[in-house]
């Protein structure tokens, strides 16, 4: 059968774009130079600009692998433009039941629940370098969530058989999430999870912080913030996730609230001849010295000793005087309980005639819902203190055992007001502000 010929030049026409839409599919899969490329954009941020957008291919579901390919490379001092997902490869979203939820954990034994895009390579970090990561911009998604699993993970899986999910809108222009009718949470956006490749080999859960970082969940470093991390592997290799819009500090029924950034904007510099042996933050006003461990006792311990080294060095004074200046100075506060590693952070002065001006109280007050501990144990302390106000705000507010569970962790502040091996003490705070009837004008 004779063709036509406005058909028969039709086939040709397709068959050239098709072959042209292969050819620029195939190059882009076998040029990364070429896909770099396309990832450079203009921009008023220092440095060369990328964007790195969060798909499968750019993106790890629980793991960190100092093996894995570094999905882009850049530059010291150039800017990453990066986008993150939710949870388990963006299947914690509305709709998703806490039995879902549940399934996504137990399915996957070992894995961490962290969507993880990355890693950047960083040109010329070399082992025992320092990347210095400024946190420029973050803009979250419209919604996150707070959950905990029934009967697992958390500060008390065994008191939290029954498990919940709540999802929130988060109202950018307002700057604040609806927790509940009347109770409005403040958005205050980070990267619960922000570090570089550990020197091991091989492939490790996203669960645990460590000298790498990683899911440190220090509420402190939002926008305007800078992160410090040890350098273990050529390129550094930087991954982050875990993406928040509001965190206590203490964070214990698993969650904060939860989310994803539309953009997280880092630049990224190597800094030589400078010697850190575990991640340090810098704010406006402060240095963040942190400690880690399994028990809360070792991580003040550990945070102790790199409060008092970088006091010394800070102050040109001697570490026996920069212990003695730490209760001075020093506001310690919980990070996190969830993690299997648990952590301690330190606000330090950049002012060096600052002292230190935090409150402890230690019963409620017209700000605050407060409960309080102390003892030799700092984790018995924590929790103690932690359900003595999950049990206030059901006394005092009415709330589901679950949601003042969930409350606490997204807006705690745990202060350490005793700091020695003998005493701890421990003032956790809610503001009564976040009922909005209770603010004052």
Known sequence: MKLPKWLGLGFIVGAIAFATSASAQQALEINPKLTAQMRVTNASFPGTVHLLPATLETTQWGWFNNAQPPVLSIKSGDTVVVETMMHSHNQVVPGKTIEELKKLRTDFPGRGPHTLTGPIFVESA??????????????????????NIPGMFGLFPDQFPDGQVKYLYLDLERKVAQFSKGIEI???????????????????????????GGNLDIRDLTAGSTLYLPVFVKGGLVWTG????????????????????????????????????????????????????????????????????????????????????????????????????????????????????????????????????????????????????????????????????????????????????????????????????????
């Open 126 to 147: 070399e082992p025992g370098d320092v990347l210095k990561i400024r946190i420029l911009r973050v803009t979250p998604r419209s919604y996150a969530a707070n959950f």
């Open 242 to 441: 875990d993406s928040h819009a509001a965190q206590g500090n203490g964070e214990i029924n698993l969650t904060a609230l939860e989310t994803a950034f539309k953009e997280l904007v880092l630049n990224i510099s190597v800094v030589k001849g400078q010697k850190l042996d575990f991640p340090r933050g810098e704010t406006a006003k402060d240095w963040i010295t942190i400690g880690i461990d399994e028990d809360l006792n070792k991580a003040l311990e550990n945070a102790k000793t790199e409060t008092t080294k970088f006091l010394a060095d800070q102050r040109k004074i001697s570490i026996e005087d920069a212990t003695k200046l730490m209760p001075q100075v020093s506001d310690c506060r919980i990070s996190q309980v969830v993690n299997r590693v648990r952590g301690i952070h330190c606000l330090n002065p950049k002012t060096v005639q600052a002292k230190k001006t935090v409150q402890y109280p230690t019963t409620s007050n017209a700000e605050y819902y407060v409960a309080a501990a102390s003892g030799k144990d700092l984790n018995a302390v924590m929790k103690s203190a932690s359900m003595s106000l999950i049990e206030l705000l059901q006394e005092k507010e009415k709330l589901t055992r679950l949601d003042a569970y969930g409350l606490t962790s997204m807006r705690m502040d745990c202060r350490l007001s005793k700091l020695t091996a003998d005493e701890k003490g421990l003032s956790c705070l809610l503001p009564k502000s976040l009922w909005v009837g209770k603010r004052t004008a």
């Open 186 to 212: 403040p958005l205050a956006p980070f990267p619960g999870t922000l570090g570089v490749a550990r020197a091991e080999p091989g492939q490790y859960s996203s669960v645990p912080p460590g000298p790498y």
